[in-house]
Structures are given as C-alpha cells and as structure tokens.
C-alpha cells in the first residue's frame, strides 16, 4: 500500500546547504559528486565529505540520494565505476539518480543495491515508458517539469505497483525539455547534459529591432496545487529544485512546503517563505491544464534572488530598498552580461525603504536602473542551527577513501552475435530523414520521416524508417501508439525511436528493426548494452561526442551504430514559446549567431543558422565501425539564412 504523505526531497549543492535541509527536517536530501553530476557548476562532494554528512542525515532519519545523472563518455567508464564502488563503500545513502543507462550495469558491478531512480533528463515522458523502465530497473521516475496535473495523474494510472514517481514542486526551469537542450553544447562543448550548462536561454536576444529574454523562464512553484499533488498516492516525493542555490533558500523551501503538505490552513505563511526564498518570480506553469502560465510571459528581469530595486544617479550609486538589509547579506549587482556585474556583501544594516548606498569604488561603474536582487541572507534562526550541526559533523569520526583497482566488465563486440541486428551490421544505410515523405533520390539511401509530421497521418510503408518525436506527452502517446499499430499491419518495420523508454510502444520489439535515435543520448556502450537487453536493434549515437569518443565507441559496442553526419540540429526543444515570438521568426544572440523557431506537432525547435556537417569525417566513421549515416533535412523559413561555416560541433573539442 502506498503511503499518501509524500516525502519532500531538499537540494544540496555544498555541505551548508545540505546541514540546512538537515535543520530544515527534510525528509531526504539529493546531492551530487565532485565528478559526474548534472550540477557541475555548484561545489558538490567528496566522498569522504558525503560520509560523514549522510551519517549525520541517517542518525535523523533523512534519506540521501546521490545524483549521478550526467552522460558518461566511453573513456569515462572505468572513472565513473571506481566513483561508483568507493560511494558504494563509504557513503550511507538510499537511492542513486541516473540520466545515463551505463549506470544500471556499472552500479551493478560495483556492488551498489539501493533504488534506481530515473532522473528528468532521462526523459520519461509518456505511461508506456513506465514498464520498460521498471524492466531496467528503476524503482522510482522523476517527471518532466512540464507536466499538468492531468498528465501526472495519466502517469499514477499506469505506474506498477512496485514503482513510484518523484515530482518537482518548486525552483528553476529550463527553457527546454529535460534532456533536449544541446544549446551550451552547441556553442562551445559545455553540455547540459553533463552538468555543465552556460545557461544560454537567459541570455538577451534580438529579434529585428527588439531585444528581449525571450527563452529565459521565470520559476515553477506548485505552492497551494501542492494540496491536490498529496491526493495521487503514487507521487512519492516532492522535490525541490536548486543544488546551486544558498542555504538560506534550501531552508525556507523546506519549511514551506512541510506547511503546505502537513497544515495547508497555514498556506499564508508558506507563501511567504516562498516570496522571500530569493527565487525567481514563479508560476505555476502548465500544473492547470485549463490555465497555464506561460513562464515566459514576463518582464526582462529574470535573474535569480529576490528584487529590491533599481540604480539611481550611476555617479555615486544607490538604491532604495523594497526590504531590510543586514549585515552578512549578499546582494547580485545588474545581471550576468553586465561588465559591471558583481556579488556584494552587505557590510551595514539598512531599512525596508531605506536608501542603501553602494561602495565608493562602483561610482560611475553601473547603469542607471540596474536592478539589485538579494540572493543570501543568514538569519539568525539558521545561523545558530547550522553552527550546531557543523560542530557535530566536526565530531564525527574521519573515514578514509582509498583507491579502488578494480574494473568494470566492459561488453565484448567479439563474442558470438545471436541477435537479429548482427545480419545488418556490416551493411551500409544512408538514412536521409525529412518532416514529408521523400522519394529515395539513390539506391543506397533509404528514406525517414517523423511520424508525427502531419499529425500521425503520413502513410508507412514497408521501406520508410519511422522516426518517433524526442518526448511524447501523456495526452498525445494514444495517438502515437494506434498509429504505430496501424503502420505494423501494413507492414512497416523500421522505427527510430527518440527516448530509449518509448520501445514500450511495441509489443514485439524482436520481430521488428528499432533503433534507438540520436535524441536518446547515447554516448557509451555499456548503454548501448543496456537498450540491446530492452530489444533495440541498433543505435544512432548522440552527435554531440567529441571526435575521441566518437571513434572508439563502435570498438565494444554489441549493437549496430549509426552517427548524424549532416543536417539541422536543434539547440534545444520545448513545449513552450515566449508570446513576443512565432515560428519562422529569425533572432540573432548576443554575438551575432543566427536562430529561428520551427513548430512542428506539439514541440518547438530552436535551430542554428548552420548546419552540423561530419560529411569530411565519413570514412574515418565508416573505418570505425558505424553503419548507418543519418542526414536530417529541416525547411529553413522564409527570412532565416544559412551560414557557410564548419559544422562540426564538439568534433575537434573536448566535450565537458
């Protein structure tokens, strides 16, 4: 019997922030590793540092669940094995939250027998996936912030007994889908989906002569909804949002929430833990299907922390307060593109409407109208209660990590292929993949299309490769999955599938061709291993690996491998677009690099004004092992341009 009191899940992104969740009373706390975290900007954890602190959080009754949910590259496994083994001997912890499916068989290995939870960017976006990530072994799913209460509710019918959802409750969003954003990568290797984000949506963009935050959300909060989440007994924990944000946020989130879930009658004060949490201001996003808020329907100020005002007279700088100040405070001075941008610490008190003055040395420095946000503050009610809880984290007994020798068992390509895909391995395909159906311009090509193109009405055939959308939502997978039947009684039998959970789409995935797509990320081949136990046939790689990784990949891989070698790749996709923007409208960043938005289905793309291009590298790729070449061809609109400039994304980078 599922329990109806749902756990809330605190973020902690050093040790401060987690002794806050500690004093907060959250029921668990996620936190990430040195290495291998989807939060690579904030400090995370040794693992001699998270010994101690989770034996802190255990003598509390607090669970800790790890998050090590960023890809692995193929040099990476042995590094994020051993990682593995020593959390595995050292830490106290309940449940690891994995992105990445090389995890399953490397958490294995190392011993590791907590909870499997399957994080966002895993993106697990529709009921059917639910069975085939049980099937991986996956006890518990984090859900797409985009999601209603309609579709987390779709999600609870279908969830197996023995299985449990995580819903996030408040914090941040991300313009794209979890798990679909390429933006940071694209332009410079820092990817999103390895924790390293750059967070280019929040920056200023122009759009002829406008320029605004068109991409940049404001926060998500559930806040009083939270009363109709406790109602779906299936939704056990409420997580919140924020490994990179301050203690003082982590505590006041904690507590709001705990009002919300166990004294809803006290919703007056929970709000006001919120307001002043310094968060972004916040919406509820699409948890009402039948009034959404449009988080991008905002004002441009959408840097986080909380407002207290605007510059005056830039010559001697100051502003009057919309709160008090006190010493130890920290204020965020304009916002990150700003030359002058910078973090002050708050040095004398000063009161709500007061006039605080800034430093001698920023005379002339900031812009008239810069706007101020408070982003820390330490009261003196979790002053006094972290102090405690460090002197007795001080106390506790050091453990020492040693080195760990041991390695993983990596799968063998040699061994003897009984699989269907071992007949279609040493075949060459050029896949040329459009949003219509295309006549195959040569005999060596065969032809794609997104089946949802023209909202699931293109006509298969027994030749086409059917390629599924990057995330099919609650509402629209019955749609998907009677299409689906329909094209396997005409005899269609090649799919790419786009999310690594939609293969449960299929009843019979061993009679059929199905290959995982370039949008499930795949960048190892102990995951490459993982979907070939699903029933997948063959796997397109993700296009974002640098050239090393990219190379050695076919080396073990026991399936089929294919590669993106030309065409248009989305920065990102989202189900939601600024109002100031339409599809077709071309924008230009900061420095100049060109963008337009392409609706297509239920999605939004946002496409570079150049094309990724690895027809160059094709022999070296063929030489290497891969088999199928993928060309996705996307309509550029009218007013949008193409550059001519190498394509070649993270090729000659190291990706990070």
């Known amino acids: 019997m599922r329990s109806h009191t749902p756990k809330i899940l605190a973020p902690a992104g050093d040790k401060t922030t987690f002794l806050a969740a500690v004093a907060a009373g959250a029921d668990a706390i996620y936190c990430g590793l040195k290495l291998f975290s989807a939060r690579m900007e904030a400090a995370n954890f040794s693992i001699e540092e998270l010994s101690r602190l989770s034996r802190l959080a255990r003598s509390r009754q607090i669970q800790v669940h790890i998050a090590f949910n960023t890809l692995i590259k193929e040099s990476e496994t042995e590094k994020a094995f051993r990682l593995l083994s020593k959390l595995n001997q050292y830490v106290v912890f309940d449940a690891l939250i994995v992105q990445d499916p090389a995890v399953i068989s490397l958490a294995r290995q190392a011993g590791i027998t907590q909870d499997l939870h399957l994080s966002t960017l895993g993106n697990l976006s529709s009921p059917a996936g639910l069975k085939s990530a049980r099937t991986a072994g996956f006890s518990h799913v984090v ?32 313009y794209g889908i979890s798990g679909r954003c390429y933006w940071s990568s694209w332009f410079g290797g820092k990817s999103a989906l390895r924790g390293r984000c750059v967070q280019p949506c929040r920056r200023m963009y122009q759009l002829k002569a406008e320029k605004h935050r068109y991409f940049s959300c404001m926060d998500f909060s559930a806040d009083v909804l939270a009363k109709v989440l406790k109602e779906i007994p299936q939704v056990a924990f409420w997580k919140i949002e ?45 948890l009402l299907s039948h009034r959404t808020q449009n988080p991008l329907d905002h004002q441009d100020d959408t840097e986080s922390g909380l407002f207290l005002g605007r510059i005056k007279n830039p010559d001697a700088p100051f502003f009057i307060t919309r709160e008090a100040l006190f010493t130890e405070d920290l204020l965020r001075i304009g916002n990150e593109e700003d030359t002058f941008h910078t973090i002050l610490k708050v040095t004398r008190s000063a009161p709500k409407k007061g006039k605080f003055i800034l430093p001698r040395h920023m005379n002339h420095q900031v812009k008239k109208g810069t706007p101020i946000h408070l982003i820390d503050r330490r009261t003196d009610e979790l002053t006094h209660q972290l102090e405690e809880l460090d002197t007795e984290l001080a106390g506790m007994e050091r453990i020492p990590v040693r080195p760990v020798t041991r390695a993983p068992v990596i799968p063998d390509r040699s061994q ?7 007949r279609i391995r040493d075949r060459s395909i050029d896949l040329r993949v459009s949003r219509r159906l295309q006549g195959i311009r040569h005999k060596s090509e065969a032809s794609g299309i997104w089946i949802s193109g023209s909202r699931y009405s293109t006509r298969p055939d027994k030749t086409t490769w059917l390629w599924l959308d990057p995330s099919i939502f609650p509402g629209e997978e019955l749609m998907c999955r009677q299409y689906i039947t329909s094209a396997l009684k005409k005899g269609a039998r090649h799919f790419v599938l786009n999310a690594v959970w939609q293969i449960s789409l299929f009843d019979n995935p061993s009679r059929l061709n199905l290959w995982a797509g370039p949008f499930c990320n795949v960048t190892n081949s102990p995951a490459v291993q993982e979907l070939k136990h699903l029933g997948f046939s063959g796997v397109i790689v993700s296009p974002e690996l640098d050239k090393k990784n990219v190379l050695s990949l076919p080396k ?3 399936l089929p491998l294919g590669i993106v070698i030309q065409g248009n790749w989305p920065l990102v996709v989202s189900r939601t677009l600024s109002p100031k923007l339409s599809p077709g409208d071309f924008f230009l960043s900061p420095k100049k690099e060109g963008a337009w938005v392409t609706r297509s289905n239920d999605l939004n793309y946002v496409f570079p004004n150049w094309a990724l291009d690895l027809t160059a590298h094709r022999n070296s790729l ?4 891969y088999t199928c070449f993928v060309t996705l061809e996307e309509p550029v609109p009218k007013g949008a341009f193409l550059k001519n400039r190498p394509g070649l994304w993270n090729w000659d980078l190291t990706l990070l």
């Open 416 to 422: 003897p292929q009984t699989h269907r895909s071992s």
């Open 622 to 625: 063929a030489q290497a092992g």
């Open 143 to 174: 859900l797409p912030r985009e999601f209603s209460l309609d579709d987390i509710r779709a999600m609870a019918d279908q969830t197996p007994e023995d299985m449990a959802l995580e819903v996030f409750v408040h914090g941040a969003l991300c």
């Open 242 to 286: 924020g490994r990179k944000k301050s203690p003082h946020y982590v505590f006041y989130t904690v507590k709001a929430f705990q009002l919300l879930r166990d004294y809803p009658s006290e919703k007056k004060q929970a709000l006001v833990y919120l307001d002043h949490a310094m968060g972004r201001p916040f919406t509820h996003y699409n």
């Open 556 to 558: 073990s891989s026991t």
